[in-house]
T-cell receptor, first 114, second 112 residues
Framework: TQLLEQSPQFLSIQEGENLTVYCNSSSVFSSLQWYRQEPGEGPVLLVTVVTGGEVKKLKRLTFQFGDARKDSSLHITAAQPGDTGLYLCAGVVAGGTSYGKLTFGQGTILTVHP | DAGITQSPRHKVTETGTPVTLRCHQTENHRYMYWYRQDPGHGLRLIHYSYGVKDTDKGEVSDGYSVSRSKTEDFLLTLESATSSQTSVYFC???????????FGDGTRLSIL
C-alpha cells in the first residue's frame, strides 16, 4: 500500500491547457516536497511546503499544502511542451510508526503536446 | 548542480553475479541514500547512510548491502543479482535527514 497516493498517473494535454496533480494520504506530513524528473536524469527539487494551507508559486506552477497537512496539489497554468516530465511528490511523515520517514508518491507522467 | 556521480550509468549482467554500484559526492553531505525506481512504484528507499560506516535499511533492503568507508563514497552491492532487481537505481544526498535531496542521474541495471 502506497503511503502517498498520487493522481493521475498519466496526463496528456495540449499546450496552453491547465492541469492539476494531486498527492493524498491518510497520514500527516511535517513537510512535502515536489520534484520533476526528465528521462535519463534524476529528480530535481521544485519546492518544499511545510505549513498547512501554504501556497507557493514558481512561475506558472502553484503548489498547495492542505490545511491538515495530509495532501498537496500542483497546478500548472498554460502548460508548455517544456513542462513534459515525471512529477513526484514526497512527504516526511509527522508521526506514528513511520515517523520521520520520507516517502514518495508513484509519480505523474505529464506529456504536453505542441 | 550538486556534485553527484553515479557509476556505471548502464550495466547488463547475468543472474547470480555480484554487482556493485558507486555513488560519489563532492558536497560533503552527511546523508546518502540509494533508491530504486520502477514503473508504478515511484522511488523506494533501499538503504541510507548517516555517516562513515553508519548505515541503515530502507523499505526494500532484501538482497542489497551497502558500505560507506569515506564521506564521499556510498556503494550499493547486489551479492547475487536476480531478475527482480532489474531497475533504475538512484543515489541521493542531503545535508540533514529527509531534507530535500539532490539526486544523481541514475544507473540503469538489467539482469538477464
Amino acid at each position: 500500500t502506497q503511503l502517498l497516493e498520487q493522481s493521475p498517473q498519466f496526463l496528456s494535454i495540449q499546450e496552453g491547457e491547465n492541469l492539476t496533480v494531486y498527492c493524498n494520504s491518510s497520514s500527516v506530513f511535517s513537510s512535502l516536497q515536489w520534484y520533476r524528473q526528465e528521462p535519463g536524469e534524476g529528480p530535481v527539487l521544485l519546492v518544499t511546503v511545510v505549513t498547512g494551507g501554504e501556497v507557493k508559486k514558481l512561475k506558472r506552477l502553484t503548489f498547495q499544502f492542505g490545511d491538515a497537512r495530509k495532501d498537496s496539489s500542483l497546478h500548472i497554468t498554460a502548460a508548455q511542451p517544456g513542462d513534459t516530465g515525471l512529477y513526484l511528490c514526497a512527504g516526511v511523515v509527522a508521526g506514528g510508526t513511520s515517523y520521520g520517514k520520507l516517502t514518495f508518491g508513484q509519480g505523474t507522467i505529464l506529456t504536453v503536446h505542441p | 548542480d550538486a556534485g553527484i556521480t553515479q557509476s556505471p550509468r548502464h550495466k547488463v549482467t547475468e543472474t547470480g553475479t555480484p554487482v556493485t554500484l558507486r555513488c560519489h559526492q563532492t558536497e560533503n553531505h552527511r546523508y546518502m541514500y540509494w533508491y530504486r525506481q520502477d514503473p508504478g512504484h515511484g522511488l523506494r528507499l533501499i538503504h541510507y547512510s548517516y555517516g562513515v560506516k553508519d548505515t541503515d535499511k530502507g523499505e526494500v533492503s532484501d538482497g542489497y548491502s551497502v558500505s560507506r568507508s569515506k564521506t564521499e563514497d556510498f556503494l550499493l552491492t547486489l551479492e547475487s543479482a536476480t531478475s527482480s532487481q532489474t531497475s533504475v537505481y538512484f543515489c541521493a544526498i542531503s545535508e540533514y535527514r529527509n531534507q530535500p535531496q539532490h539526486f544523481g542521474d541514475g544507473t540503469r541495471l538489467s539482469i538477464l
